[in-house]
């Protein structure tokens, strides 16, 4: 069986999650289940991020042990998965035992490789970033992300990221496809190209993190610690199981992190790459940036309560073409909701079931699977959406998927099953025949976004189990359909 390992960012457990964190963990779980339904042994990596100056601080904020803090805001994580549906393999805890092990292990490899030495720092960090900035980026006073710096001067490790710097833009220029998308690939070849400096890899003047293997008054810079949970996951130092990762999947804030670090610390560490980052874009709400100080942050359990599950993953995901920034406006999301899946899509299964339930009994006839086109559009449309999951397109996946929901509405239209039922029963047997094909088959390709509704569509069906293969196989009309429940409560906007 063929593996796909996708990972979102392991978040860090400063404060509670909101909609952002949601963003790349629905992107990934859309992913991940698209890929399993296809068949692949998937394994999908979140987690959460637990050490550092940051969270250290914000435990000291609130006054709490950092273990115990870091426990209960890690599960607040953790509890927003199954709100939001997504079906994460493995839940990383960078307090975990084994990932203390990886990590000074990692460490030991690279020291091993002559690429760690002792000096000293003398330059800006940014806490909330996490990040080393050099003084030419600095801008008014601030990191380029606008977060507050301060001076640090203290001794530290250093790794040796100025001998990757030609083997990063060797390794790009013979994997094009190795970051996505375009823009963002050219952003890390051009800071590549800028020049690499040797990177600072320890702190001495704070104490929550992984101590650095036989000096244990350095702890290690966050980011090693953190970025090392991909291979932690997968099993290292021993045998890795899922190893290279297919797909991280990253917000653009952390791209250098992603593509720059990580790939010269495992350069270094003679383990192989990651096959692909991608960098989704940021999302702002109403027209302006999230944060706790304007106090506009969204809340995606809020949000879920309100509008359930599958409106908050489709909206987040059609809304916005993936890569780019969006701007979260409610009154979009509940238009969505109301054209794209009560108006189109739970129209379309409402119509067709409840002509079935209404005017026969709950039964149609087992014929032969007729020739339409629009069947052969059904059947061919995984293909285009395969092309869709893999360059990340995710938002044109729901536009190829709501085509289809368009036309099967444009066929009840003008073949009139209503009129039929008169006039040509058996043709009408047909059409229903292809519709209710139809309707399985775009339950199954709406099933890794819409989860909880296309399970309720193919529980009407009395179909269990689906795959891409299902779509392969013939109807079993050997069932009675009941009357449906709407799928979706409209807005009431
Ligand atoms: O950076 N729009 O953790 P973090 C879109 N611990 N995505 C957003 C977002 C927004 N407004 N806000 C957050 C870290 N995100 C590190 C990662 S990985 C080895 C370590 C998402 O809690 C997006 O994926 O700051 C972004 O990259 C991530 O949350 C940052 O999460």
Redesign the pocket.
């Known amino acids: 069986m063929k593996k796909f390992y996708i990972?979102?960012?392991?978040?860090?457990?400063?404060?509670i999650p909101?909609?952002?964190?949601a963003?790349?963990t629905i992107a990934a779980d859309m992913i991940a289940r698209f890929k399993k339904l296809d068949g692949f042994d998937v394994m999908f990596l979140t987690g959460?991020?637990e050490h550092g100056q940051k969270v250290g601080k914000s435990a000291e904020i609130a006054g709490v042990d950092p273990q115990d803090f870091v426990d209960k805001v890690s599960q607040n994580f953790k509890d927003l998965m199954p709100v939001i549906d997504a079906q994460y393999d493995v839940f990383m805890r960078t307090t975990e035992e084994r990932h203390k092990t990886a990590t000074q292990h990692i460490w030991k490899v690279l020291e091993a490789n002559g690429d760690i030495y002792l000096d000293s720092y003398k330059g800006w960090y940014s806490v909330r970033?996490?990040a080393f900035y050099d003084a030419s980026e600095i801008v008014d006073g601030k990191a380029p992300t606008g977060a507050p710096v301060e001076w640090v001067e203290e001794e530290s490790y250093f790794f040796r990221l100025s001998k990757y710097q030609e083997p990063l833009l060797d390794y790009f220029e013979k994997n094009p496809g190795a970051i996505a998308p375009e823009g963002r690939k050219n952003e890390v070849l051009s800071f590549i190209k800028s020049g690499l400096r040797d990177l600072s890899i320890s702190r001495t003047t704070f104490s929550w993190g992984i101590p650095v293997p036989g000096n244990a008054k350095h702890i290690m810079y966050?980011?090693l610690d953190?970025?090392t949970?991909?291979i932690t996951a997968a099993g290292y130092p021993e045998k890795m199981n899922f190893w290279p990762a297919s797909l991280h999947?990253?917000?653009?804030?952390?791209l250098r992190?992603?593509c720059v670090y990580?790939p010269a610390f495992l350069m270094s560490a003679g383990l192989p790459l990651p096959e692909r980052v991608f960098?989704?874009?940021?999302?702002?709400a109403e027209g302006e940036?999230?944060s706790k100080s304007l106090g506009n942050v969204i809340d995606p359990v809020k949000l879920v309560d309100e509008f359930g599950a599958d409106t908050v993953r489709y909206f987040m995901m059609r809304e916005i073409s993936f890569g780019n920034?969006?701007d979260f406006y409610l009154d979009n999301l509940k238009k969505r909701l109301d054209s794209d899946l009560a108006n189109a899509w739970g129209n379309l299964v409402q119509r067709v079931l409840a002509f079935i339930a209404k005017n026969l009994d709950g039964k149609i006839d087992d014929i032969p699977q007729t020739d339409e086109e629009i069947l052969k559009l059904s059947k061919g449309l995984i293909n285009t959406l395969r092309q869709d999951i893999d360059s990340q397109k995710l938002h044109h996946y729901l536009e190829h998927v709501f085509e289809l929901i368009y036309a099967a509405n444009q066929y009840v239209d003008a073949q009139k099953p209503w009129t039929l039922r008169r006039e040509a029963p058996k043709r009408m047997m047909e059409v229903l025949h292809v519709l209710l094909t139809l309707i399985r088959d775009i339950a199954i390709y709406l099933s890794p976004i819409l989860t909880r509704s296309s399970k309720k569509v193919l529980e009407m069906l009395h179909i269990q189990g689906t795959t891409f293969e299902t779509l392969q196989e013939p109807l079993n009309t050997n069932m009675t359909i009941t009357p449906p429940e709407p799928l979706f409560q409209k807005s009431g906007v």
Do not use: Q
């Open positions: 990972t979102t960012p392991i978040y860090y457990v400063n404060d909101h909609i952002g964190h963003y790349t959460t991020d970033d996490e966050v980011w953190a970025l949970n991909y999947l990253v917000g653009k804030d952390i992190f992603h990580w960098a989704h874009g940021w999302w702002t940036k999230m920034d969006g």
